[in-house]
């Protein structure tokens, strides 16, 4: 299970993406459900509920929860959900699915720390398009099934990849993306000489 975030993946410029840093993963073993694992895995802003909760037998649907945060990172510029602590953090969660309960997750009522916060009944909203203005409505589609409190709802990694999102919004060939970095740079940095800045100049 991994620690995703738009600053644990890398892409090259050939479109070869790439997961880094498992500071905060951990190994998960598919033959043993019942195995329990740490809850405080994952970056908090792309925490999955069931780990904010205190879930201890969670499984690879919390790395969908991080997936579906990193898709409107993209399209809005920032963040969804931006807690400063664990409780600010659902309550940024709340304000954009409403209040957690058995209609929206099945098995709210068995997480570790179930009762531990009183909810108002809060609303989830009404517009997917107003959270994330700039996305495609078959984004919006897939984003719904990414972004839901309830694990057993939330889509899988294989499900997602079967989304129309997948077929209809991907362009059929990729655009060229130049490295960040010329590294042309330091191999004239010994030869520039006073002429240094005017040579550095031009990359700028």
Same mark, same amino acid.
């Given at each position: 299970?991994?620690?995703?975030?738009?600053?644990?993946?890398?892409?090259?410029?050939? *479109?070869? =993406?790439?997961?880094?840093?498992? *500071? &905060? @993963?951990?190994?998960?073993?598919?033959?043993?459900?019942?195995?329990?694992?740490? @809850? &405080?895995?994952?970056? !908090?802003?792309?925490?999955?509920?069931?780990? =904010? #909760?205190?879930?201890?037998?969670?499984?690879?649907?919390?790395?969908?929860?991080?997936?579906?945060?990193?898709?409107?990172? #993209?399209?809005? *510029?920032?963040?969804?959900?931006?807690?400063?602590?664990?409780?600010?953090?659902? *309550?940024?969660?709340?304000?954009?699915?409403?209040?957690?309960?058995? !209609?929206?997750?099945?098995?709210?009522?068995?997480?570790?720390?179930?009762?531990?916060? $009183?909810?108002?009944?809060?609303?989830? $909203?009404?517009?997917?398009?107003?959270?994330?203005?700039?996305?495609?409505?078959?984004?919006?589609?897939?984003?719904?099934?990414?972004?839901?409190?309830?694990?057993? /709802?939330?889509?899988?990694? /294989?499900?997602?990849?079967?989304?129309?999102?997948?077929? $209809?919004?991907?362009?059929?060939?990729?655009?060229?993306?130049?490295?960040?970095?010329?590294?042309?740079? +330091? &191999? &004239?940095?010994?030869?520039?000489?006073?002429?240094?800045?005017? +040579?550095?100049?031009?990359?700028?």
């Amino acid at each position: 299970l991994e620690d995703l975030k738009p600053d644990n993946i890398l892409i090259t410029s050939t *479109g070869l =993406l790439k997961i880094t840093d498992f *500071g &905060q @993963c951990c190994i998960y073993v598919s033959d043993d459900p019942s195995r329990n694992y740490d @809850c &405080q895995v994952a970056s !908090r802003w792309y925490r999955a509920p069931e780990l =904010l #909760f205190g879930s201890t037998t969670y499984d690879p649907k919390v790395d969908e929860w991080a997936c579906g945060c990193i898709f409107t990172e #993209f399209y809005n *510029g920032a963040p969804l959900f931006t807690g400063r602590n664990d409780i600010e953090q659902i *309550g940024k969660l709340v304000s954009v699915l409403g209040s957690p309960c058995e !209609r929206n997750w099945k098995s709210w009522n068995i997480m570790p720390d179930y009762g531990k916060i $009183v909810f108002e009944d809060n609303k989830p $909203v009404d517009n997917w398009k107003a959270v994330v203005p700039l996305a495609s409505e078959t984004c919006l589609s897939l984003l719904r099934k990414l972004v839901v409190y309830s694990a057993e /709802e939330r889509y899988s990694a /294989e499900a997602a990849l079967h989304h129309e999102f997948f077929i $209809v919004d991907i362009p059929k060939q990729a655009p060229y993306v130049p490295p960040p970095i010329s590294f042309r740079i +330091s &191999q &004239q940095m010994d030869s520039t000489g006073p002429d240094l800045d005017a +040579s550095l100049a031009q990359y700028y």
